[in-house]
């Protein structure tokens, strides 16, 4: 049988076309990332990546559709198909890149410390936690866990399941330190930090934080990074910054 060029057209995956053809954009991503993705009081997801995804299916002509996923396996959900799309605050880095792609960077982080108080003055920067005497936490499967391990290797390093619990370890004072990316550390210190934290707020990583997509798919690709320019010039992206992270 001949194979023409239009049968092998046919058979590549277009994410795209899928979406179309459904009426709807799984979108999926793990709440508890402020102020990106949480959930609120009445158990609705919001943030400023709910927000931009909302605004992408409306773009699509589609139905939004929320899939709260589990952070250490989000990246194995999206090739197997239980969703169309990452919009979790996800820094593009070369490990993750070798197993999905990355539409460009929409917004630009880096690691930061919530420091407990009774180290105010002493410690510095991520320098002064390299000692065993410091406890430092973080998440799970972060790049702020890849930074503790990479860049404070003689801490204590203690990993949790969420990262609100893994700053709360440092209000508590059980811990010295929490590194995690600058938006989340924001918030928290706005939130609870009063007292009992010191900011240390300059990032010491660079993380272009952006979605990710299956390979082999650059008609999806390309409809993202040309949604991403129009929305970030025609005042859409500046709205949604401005309600979640300008404050
Ligand atoms: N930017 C960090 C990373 O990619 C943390 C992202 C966590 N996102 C989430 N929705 N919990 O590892």
Known sequence: MQVSAADIELA????????????????????GYMPFEMTDKKGNFVGFDIDMAKEMAKAMGVKFVPVNTAWDGIIPSLIT????????????????????????????????????????????????????QY??????????EQAVKRMIPKCQYKSFETETEAAL????????AFVYDLPFCVVFMAQQGAGKLVFLDQPFTYEPLAWA??????????????????????????RIYNKWIKG
């Open 12 to 31: 590549k995956k277009s994410t795209l076309e899928e979406i179309l053809k459904r009426g709807e954009l799984r979108v999926g991503f793990e709440a």
């Open 81 to 132: 198909g239980k969703f169309d799309i990452i919009m979790s605050g996800m820094t593009v880095t070369q490990e993750r890149n070798l197993k999905v792609n990355f539409a460009d960077p929409y917004i630009i982080v880096g690691q930061t410390i919530l420091l407990n108080k009774k180290h105010e003055g002493k410690v510095l920067s991520y320098k002064d936690l390299n000692d065993p």
């Open 135 to 144: 406890i430092v936490t973080s998440k799970l499967g972060t790049t702020g």
């Open 169 to 176: 370890e440092v209000v508590n004072g059980k811990a010295d």
């Open 213 to 238: 997509v299956n390979k082999g798919d650059p008609d999806f690709l390309n409809w993202l990074n040309n949604f991403l320019r129009q929305v970030k010039n025609d005042g859409r992206y500046e």
